[in-house]
């Protein structure tokens, strides 16, 4: 006991301290791993913009909520990576978009008030998205009917379980207020817009601009590329000296990359097509067709049956023609093979109209209890009592029971299969009584449209995929090249040697979610952000291809080096620039069309009614210096003028008739262009409106967080 209360006076303080410690260290983890982090120096943002956060989190929520609106109207579709990608970098514009103009609808005073928000999301005039929320159309009429908002919002807890439907519900509601609050900014902009009566004038006199014109085109393709030195000092000249065009907001990366792609090889082909042959052998003689595609297909037997309009196969119209019990196959379409029997095959209507009664098991009223209502009240309809009486009186379909359990119209395969099986196998009038899962229906089917054959299918998919052979002696040839040619220099090297295609990414952006052309790319993007430039990657697995990825160049937000695609388009401007001045000393003495075209190998065109307000001609393309000169007062009709650089050749060219409508254009034709001035200005505003707000900010992407 001594030693136990020795124990303690001497190391009780020390535990203390021990425990002390590592509770603060749990409280930092969690710290900096929540928004507390930048205090520890950990960066948890998503973005900055003018030196406010966006935080992870809000990202990762707005990206979620994303997701489920995208799921809810491309009714269930699931969200692929490209997808996703698409998504995520739309919710994370939103952000930056909202933090930016937030402040401008504060010191406008721009708010979006309760009874504004409930009108927008509970009104008769609801917003776009409110309207076209599945839950909300009437099947009856299959227009919008506000009335079912309430019924909803009062079911949901009841069905949603997993609470999923409640927050994309929270997310619709939030984005349709978000989305007012910037209505609200664009409708100011845009009643803000006015253009002068001079400048309409202008514009009138303009389109009335006409010349008729002959001319020679030498294009700069005539002179090779190898006659032409672009230097490094040209291309940062022409950048200087152009500077705003050539500023960025975020940084950048120039990358190459070459991709060993996993597809199936001709020995894996063979072998899945000697699979499917020897299983339809036995699918044919198989006695429980069911169980047999349960144990071998890729798919699980479906007991529905199939119209034209819902077996989507390029072979539907062989298969429907088929008698019951033949067999088709195998036949190659996407990834897979197919082997189809059809099981049974019947006319079926293709849409059906019906109304129910749905009795659910409650607290007060078990399994049995429900069923024996559902027969009661059947027995009573067929009695002679009326059913939408009935189903307004005991319906707990909410939904339908106000218009006496009327469904309205649907379609093959929209209900449960019990309920679907019954509407459409039996006829109009009669009257059943169905359990599925929601409980008991007592349905009666009130019309039948558009009979056509169905046919019920087993079928065999195989999928046609690499073998695991095929995916090692690529994955060994992609680490080879990344062992033997990690550098720069021998990055080239390798391509060459081993002969593969090298692909090039002119301008990765730090803002971008998505390599084009590979899905699922976000270990890539991370190392490319983190890389030096000149780095090799090792090899990613990414989207079935193994990757190895160098970075060429990288651009810093601000004025952007010549690199990647800056570089290509200003190598093509100066080279241009270059053999424009080659072809302006050998024609200086031109003294005719003739001759400049008999010295050039070209041919003299005609371009009539060049329009002054219309850059493009059809003989002569989109030329907006040349057709601009051509109603200059200093060439004189009749005259070779002097040579002109063209976007993409020199010029030389003759006018030889002008016409103007110099009247004074009349009120209703000033009216008229304002109108279409303004209108094509408004669009433009509305098109653009997010993307003038981010450029007027200063935004850094986190790479890591967004990878």
């Known amino acids: 006991m001594a030693v136990i209360q020795t124990i303690r006076n001497r190391f009780g303080k020390l535990a203390g301290f021990t425990i002390a410690i590592a509770l603060v260290g749990f409280i930092l983890m969690d710290a900096a791993s929540g928004r507390f982090g930048d205090m520890l120096g950990k960066n948890n943002s998503a973005a900055k913009v003018n030196g406010s956060t966006i935080d992870a989190k809000d990202f990762a929520l707005r990206a979620q909520q994303y997701e489920n609106l995208y799921e809810v109207f491309s009714k269930g579709k699931p969200v692929d990576d490209a997808m996703r990608a698409q998504l995520h970098e739309q919710a994370l514009k939103e952000l930056i978009f909202e933090a930016i103009s937030e402040k401008e609808a504060d010191e406008l005073g721009i708010t979006v008030t309760k009874e504004e928000e409930k009108e927008a999301i509970r009104g008769a005039n609801a917003d776009p998205m409110i309207r076209q929320y599945p839950a909300f159309t009437n099947p009856e009429t299959g227009m919008f009917d506000p009335a079912r908002i309430a019924q909803y919002e009062k079911q949901l807890p009841q069905f949603d379980k997993t609470g999923k439907e409640t927050a994309t519900w929270e997310a619709v509601k ?297 995916d090692q002696l690529l994955y060994a040839k992609a680490n080879e090249f990344a062992g033997k040619y990690a550098t720069e220099k021998g990055f080239d090297e390798g391509v060459k040697a081993m002969q593969l295609n090298k692909r090039s990414i002119p301008s990765l952006k730090s803002s971008a979610f998505q390599v084009e052309g590979i899905n699922n790319a976000r270990e890539l993007m991370r190392w490319v952000f983190e890389a030096k430039q000149g780095d090799v990657s090792s090899v990613f697995s990414l989207d079935n291809r193994y990757v190895i990825a160098k970075v060429v160049g990288i651009q810093e937000a601000g004025i952007n080096k010549p690199i990647g695609e800056v570089k290509t388009s200003v190598e093509t401007i100066i080279r241009n620039e270059k053999k424009a001045a080659l072809l302006l000393e050998k024609y200086k003495n031109a003294s005719s069309l003739e001759a400049v075209a008999n010295a050039s190998k070209q041919v003299v065109l005609n371009a009539d009614s060049v329009n002054f307000a219309n850059p493009f001609s059809a003989n002569l393309g989109f030329e907006p210096k040349v057709i601009g000169y051509a109603f200059n007062d200093q060439l004189k009709l009749n005259t070779l003028s002097k040579a002109i650089k063209g976007a993409d050749g020199l010029v030389f060219m003759m006018v030889t008739n002008r016409l103007s409508a110099n009247k004074v254009p009349n009120p209703i034709e000033i009216m008229q262009q304002r109108m279409t001035t303004d209108m094509q200005t408004k669009n433009y505003i509305s098109g653009k409106l997010e993307d003038i707000f981010l450029q007027g900010g200063t935004i850094k992407y986190n790479v890591n967080v967004l990878y």
């Open 174 to 470: 939030a984005y349709v207020v978000r989305s007012r609050k910037i209505q609200k900014i664009n409708t100011l902009l845009i009643g803000s817009i006015y253009t002068p009566k001079f400048m309409m004038e202008q514009s009138i006199a303009d389109q009335n601009k006409l010349a008729n014109i002959r001319f020679v085109k030498i294009p700069y393709s005539t002179i090779n590329d190898e006659q032409v030195k672009v230097t490094e000092s040209d291309l940062n000249d022409y950048v200087q000296k152009h500077a705003n065009q050539f500023k960025s907001k975020e940084e950048a990366r120039a990358v190459e990359y070459v991709s060993f792609d996993v597809n199936p090889s001709a020995e894996d082909t063979q072998k899945v097509v000697s699979t499917i042959n020897d299983l339809k052998a036995k699918l044919i003689a198989s006695n429980d067709v069911e169980s047999f595609i349960n144990r071998n297909s890729d798919f699980q037997y479906n007991d529905r049956f199939l119209s034209k309009k819902t077996f989507t196969s390029k072979y539907a119209d062989t298969i429907l023609a088929l008698a019951s019990g033949s067999i088709y196959g195998p036949y190659i379409e996407g990834n897979s093979y197919f082997v189809v029997k059809v099981m049974d095959k019947k006319s079926l209507p293709d849409s059906v109209s019906a109304k129910h009664i749905l009795i659910q098991p409650n607290q007060t009223r078990d399994d049995s209890a429900s069923k024996k209502m559902a027969d009661s009240i059947k027995l009573a309809i067929a009695s002679g009592a009326n059913f939408d009486s009935l189903a307004i009186k005991y319906s707990d379909d909410q939904g339908s029971k106000v218009k006496g359990g009327d469904l309205g119209y649907f379609t093959n395969g929209m209900m449960v299969k019990e309920f679907n099986d019954a509407a459409f196998n039996g006829k109009v009038g009669d009257l059943e009584v169905v359990k599925t899962q929601f409980g008991y229906h007592v349905i009666k089917i009130t019309d039948q449209k558009a009979y056509a054959t169905n046919v019920k299918l087993a079928v065999l998919a195989k999928a046609l995929e690499a073998s695991t052979q095929t």
